[in-house]
């Protein structure tokens, strides 16, 4: 059984956002029917570059990152947060997605509810961790570059060093066929692989919305993610794409990140190391993530070859 909660967990942001410049919060509606929250984040006047998408983490959620989010809408992009199903403020399966291809599905579903809403033809697409994956993948499709205007991935959870024992693998295994929705402990209780910071650290442990188990059949679904990525042809990512690296990442094996990365897109990616863990976000100084951020997008729409 999925973890079930009276309402739904509350969204508190990593840092605070400027008065007035809170986002709207819509709703999305997969193709199955199941709703989730998006927050949008707008610029104050008229938009004046394409939107992007941005896709959280395993644990994570839109609160982690609004304030890059609202820092590139600030330059011009409208900027949809989309919480995974089963993530963020989601109370329904929570912790479930019923597999790798309804995950993919989903990401089409968000682009295309971004596409309408702002009426644009193509749009930048932006991960972190475990969405850095999970884009990746999403990107690698055959026939998806049409739409997509570049690929940001910050420490993208393609390879990483923190892994179950292998007992609870085999276990996870055991449940697919009748107990897929069994729930076990997502591996990273530590607040201090994600960041330094003292008070970072005190908002995760506090953050009311933030992941802590996941389904059998979630694991098994980021298991095929990764096989994508590892099987799929050299330059399988046809789009501009930019790779942004914690110095001092404890979740992710940056090197081989970095090997798979460069045969995907045939080694055209652009990348960027900044120091700090993980969640490059929760910094004292997140400034040189979020002018990363903007230069990727930025050289991106100057020279999208």
């Not at 008229?46 to 330059?75: E, N």
Request: charge should be positive; aromatic fraction near 6%.
């Amino acid at each position: 059984m999925t973890e079930s909660q009276d309402e739904l967990p509350a969204i508190i942001f990593s840092r605070p956002l400027p008065p007035g410049r809170q986002p709207l919060c819509m709703a999305l509606r997969h193709r199955d029917g199941y709703e989730t929250s998006v927050y949008v984040h707008q610029p104050a006047d008229s938009p004046t570059h394409l939107p992007v998408l941005y896709v959280h983490g395993i644990q994570s959620h839109a609160g982690w990152f609004g304030p890059s989010a609202r820092f590139l809408a600030d330059h011009g992009h409208n900027v949809f947060q989309v919480h995974r199903r089963g993530s963020g403020d989601n109370v329904k399966a929570r912790g479930h997605a019923a597999s790798w291809r309804k995950l993919l599905d989903d990401v089409l579903d968000a682009c295309m509810f971004v596409l309408d809403q702002t009426g644009a033809s193509r749009l930048h697409l932006l991960g972190v961790s475990w969405g850095g994956k999970l884009l990746a993948a999403y990107a690698a499709q055959p026939g998806r570059a049409a739409d997509i205007a570049s690929l940001i991935m910050v420490a993208p959870g393609i390879v990483s060093r923190v892994d179950m024992p292998i007992s609870r693998k085999l276990l996870i295994a055991l449940c697919l066929p009748l107990a897929g929705r069994k729930l076990f402990d997502i591996p990273l209780d530590d607040v201090e692989l994600f960041t330094g910071s003292e008070q970072m650290q005190e908002y995760l442990r506090r953050d009311p919305a933030r992941l802590k188990r996941a389904s059998a059949a979630f694991f098994y679904a980021s298991r095929k993610l990764e096989n994508i990525l590892t099987r799929s042809p050299p330059g399988a990512i046809p789009v501009p794409t930019s790779l942004i690296l914690a110095g001092n990442d404890r979740i992710i094996d940056n090197a081989r990140t970095m090997e798979i990365v460069n045969r995907l897109t045939a080694r055209k990616v652009r990348v960027h190391e900044l120091p700090g863990r993980h969640t490059l976000e929760f910094e004292n100084d997140p400034r040189p993530l979020y002018q990363a951020l903007l230069d990727s997008i930025q050289r991106a729409e100057a020279d999208p070859v």
